[in-house]
């Protein structure tokens, strides 16, 4: 979060009209450090709300129906609530949630279970929450899980050189089975970007969820793919405190599954990180495949 961008005229203008009492000379620009996120922090004389600018029409209105699931699913102190919304400028307001950003947040071992604990109370209720998926989600979803194996598949070949024999049968296996293995896996209205960069912890409020801009229905354990990738494979003491909060464990075609598109997700960080020349990609998807594989 290192941007310092100015509120647009506009926007400023429509801020004044749902808080008359904001304080324009200590927004604070809070946007995430890439491109497409426009975020300010806006304080006012009772508290302070968030800002935000969607990068599109669709993820504005996944947004704000995902806020509206939040009111309905999680309790007021476990997420943020909608406050307004414009569909023409594609802005939307929100409270402030209590917490800080579990992402790089310095925790003790007990209290990382905890909050992967809590997580996984909270995603399981969100989940069962879950209204059915109609016929056009399910299409979006087989539509999405093609893709996935055909952009394993179009990687493999620019990776191939970079990978030992067991990655590139893995990658093999997503360009294969994912389509097929997906069509029986369970589908809810998921969160769609439930990793700790938004995931909020206080040791007085507790766990809360933030940022709702990719909630949709989908493949469930599409949920984890991130979090197995990145944080469980050195840490199964806390995938077992997740699991055990949401209050089942997953299948064994959720487990294959689970593996593919982690694998899927890795050897896209890599061909990105070749074809751009950026090391970071290039070292987080030899590390993410390197796990799968030899684990």
């Known amino acids: ?44 004389a009772e508290a302070e709300v968030f800002v935000k600018l969607s990068p599109s029409p669709k993820d504005y209105e996944r947004e704000v129906a995902g806020y509206a699931y939040a009111a309905r699913a999680l309790a007021p102190h476990e997420a943020p609530r909608l406050l307004a919304a414009d569909p023409g400028m594609q802005a939307i307001m929100t409270s402030l949630q209590p917490g800080r950003v579990v992402r790089g947040l310095s925790l003790g071992r007990e209290e990382e279970l905890r909050v992967h604990e809590r997580a996984g109370i909270l995603l399981r209720r969100w989940h069962d929450s879950s209204t059915p998926a109609s016929k056009q989600d399910r299409d979006i979803i087989r539509a999405s899980m093609a893709d996935q194996a055909s952009e394993a598949a179009a990687c493999l070949e620019t990776t191939a050189g970079h990978l030992d024999d067991k990655q590139r049968a893995l990658i093999q296996c997503v360009a294969h089975e ?24 206080d040791p007085h409020h507790g766990y809360g969820v933030i940022d709702f801009e990719m909630s949709a229905h989908g493949v469930a354990v599409e949920e984890f793919v ?39 997700l890795g050897v896209s960080y890599l061909a990105t990180g070749l074809s751009k020349q950026n090391p970071v990609l290039v070292e987080r998807g030899h590390l993410v495949l390197s796990r799968l594989t030899h684990e």
């Open 1 to 44: 979060m290192t941007q310092h961008t100015p509120i647009p005229p506009d926007l400023r203008q429509w801020i004044a009209e749902n808080l008359p009492d904001w304080d324009t000379d200590t927004a604070e620009d809070v946007s995430w450090d890439r491109g497409d996120s426009r975020v300010w922090r806006v304080p006012t």
């Open 178 to 201: 994912l389509p097929q293995l997906a069509e029986n896996l369970p589908v809810v209205y998921r969160h769609g970007d439930y990793a700790t960069r938004n995931w909020l912890w």
């Open 226 to 264: 991130w979090l197995c990738g990145a944080v469980w494979a050195p840490r199964p003491d806390l995938k077992a405190a997740y699991f055990t909060g949401y209050g089942r464990a997953l299948s064994d075609s959720e487990e294959r599954a689970l593996r593919l598109l982690t694998a899927r």
